[in-house]
């Protein structure tokens, strides 16, 4: 495995463009630290041979040279200390910078790619990987490449210097850098081995432990008494994961001894070589001293800075998991241009053409050569059993999916080549499993189009539409009041009332075509007989398409299209299929015997 280069030029890119200003900075007070530390050095050799010269004068000796000395010594350790100081400021400035740019390049991945990636579960290995590593490795790739500068100049001032003593001080010092540099990059390349053969595990270790803490889980754990299996099964992968780290981590241990113990020989003949040539009058007592300092110095700089290669190597491993999520497009969509708008009007409505549609992690065809068409202003109802297919057209028609064969047309435009932003202002969906947003009630309809004033009057006027109008007047702050339970101060609504809000939301968007998914599956009856009533009105001006298992809303529809198995089984108006007592007219009589809808209902 070799060093990739271009992952640590490309990190070290992305901290200069986070800002070149403070990489500057920061680069210059690492320049500046770099040299102190033989400045140091030689402010105590300087000192030392000062006080050696006035050995045993008492008040007869001069002592002048010795303050000039003294206060040189007090300058350096005052900019020493400046530069500790001022760096430390320096490098959070700078890092608040990079983690920015990081989770910009993040988050503009995230929002943007083809939804079907959520699906695969290879992209969650990299994700989960990218994740992991973004928030600290660029920067600290970054640190690892400036500790590098500034411990490489300090070594080199610190090699110059021993090696005016004798050359071999340099051979010395290259036997112990290789010895260390090789145990590290082993281990380095060991460690990213595993973190990438077991990411799958930590997910599921990760998984588990929301399970056991996550409030979604809550619920069902207390009264199914999960708590006991999830832990167990959370103790075992953990416990087999932690216990392959610590296999990894023993080794790494007894190698590092051995070397510490070897190079601790080396230098032992080192020093032994330093004090004979002191005992033989060739160097001064204060170069005897500066030397020691300087192997001693020398030698942490040393281990600085091969800790420094290998966790620049160990970056530029772990950094292929950030670019890999940045580069990667795992699944693709069509490669069409999206920059058709939404047709300003409809006028002939949505064709649905040949459409064939699996789930990329499926073998099984959801769809095969569907063919329907909605007019404008049209509501159609989609019908079907449990899995027959009805909220996968929903994702198809909002573009989350695109089909494998076959077109949606808005009017003439392939709904592959509309514009994101302008699809999104002009087809509305409320999901079966729509959002609930811990932020005001206002801004929970607003949310439906931002373009909007916040205090537009559409937002009380969505909320009358869909019967939620009074709850959130009377709530301690009105509109203004936070929801759910993460939050000061917040209300929680029940699942109905969610429910109400999300329809809200969809109704403030003004958009051509809306999408119910199940929009009544948690009201009461009242609420939804007043929906019911109101339905036609409030969606008088837009296309409508309503997803519903209830008799009641699929009555609203002027049209019923039936989904079974890869497509469209039956479609025409609700009575109508009542009459010709096919696949709807079965459907509703099992509902019927099944008591979930009245004697009315299924005589139409
Ligand atoms: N993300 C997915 N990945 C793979 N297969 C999926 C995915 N979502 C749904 N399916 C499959 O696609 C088929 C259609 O599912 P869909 O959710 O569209 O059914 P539905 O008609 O909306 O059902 P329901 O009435 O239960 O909501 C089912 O066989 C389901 O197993």
Known sequence: MRINSNNIYRALRLVWESSRKWSIINFFFVILKGLMPLMLIFVVQWLVDEVAGLYGQGSNGVYSALFRVLFFAG????????????????????SFFISDQVQNMIHSRTTSFYFANYEDHKFQDVYYRAVNEASYRPSHTYYSFIGLVQNGISLLLIAGLLASLHWSMIIALLIVAFLIISIRLKYSQRVYRFKREHTEDERCV???????????????????????IFKARFEQRKDSLRNKRFALSKLKTFYELGVQLLTTCVLLVVFAFVSNEAIQGNITQGQMVMYF????????????????????YEDGLFLKNFFEFLDYDLIKTK?????????????????????????????????????????????VAFVGANGAGKSTLVKLLCGLYQPNEG??????????????ESLAENVSVVF?????????????????????????????????????????????????????????DSEMLSVGEWQRLALSRSFFNDAQVVILDEPTSSMDAQTESMLVENFKRITAHTTSIIISHRMSTIKLADRVVVIDGHGIAEEGAPEQLMKQKGVFYRMMEGAHRAGQIGKNDIMG
Not at 349 to 363: R, T
Not at 414 to 420: E, F, N, Q, R
């Open 75 to 94: 300058v350096v350790f005052v900019v020493n200390a400046f530069c500790n100081a001022v760096a430390g400021i320096v490098r959070e400035k700078h």
């Open 206 to 228: 990760g998984y588990y432990n929301r399970l056991l803490t996550g409030k979604e889980f809550a619920k069902e754990l207390r009264v199914f008494n999960l708590a006991g």
């Open 335 to 379: 490669k069409v241009g999206r920059e058709t708008l939404f047709p300003e009007k409809l006028r002939k409505g949505i064709v649905v053409k040949d459409l064939s549609f699996k789930y990329p992690n499926s073998a099984r065809r959801v769809f095969d050569k569907v063919n329907f068409k909605i007019l404008p202003g049209e509501t």
């Open 432 to 488: 079966q499993d729509f959002m609930l947003y811990n932020i005001s009630a206002r801004e929970n309809i607003w949310l439906g189009d931002v373009n909007k004033d916040i205090l537009h009057v559409g937002i009380e006027e969505s909320a009358k539409k869909s019967g939620v109008h009074n709850l959130l007047n009377d709530l301690p702050s009105g509109y203004e009041t936070t929801l759910g339970t993460l939050f000061k």
């Open 293 to 312: 300092l300087a192997l001693y110095r020398g030698y942490n700089f040393l281990q600085d800075f091969l800790g420094r290669i290998s966790s620049l």
């Open 407 to 420: 077109n949606v047309f808005f009017d003439d435009v392939d709904l592959a080549t509309i514009k994101p």
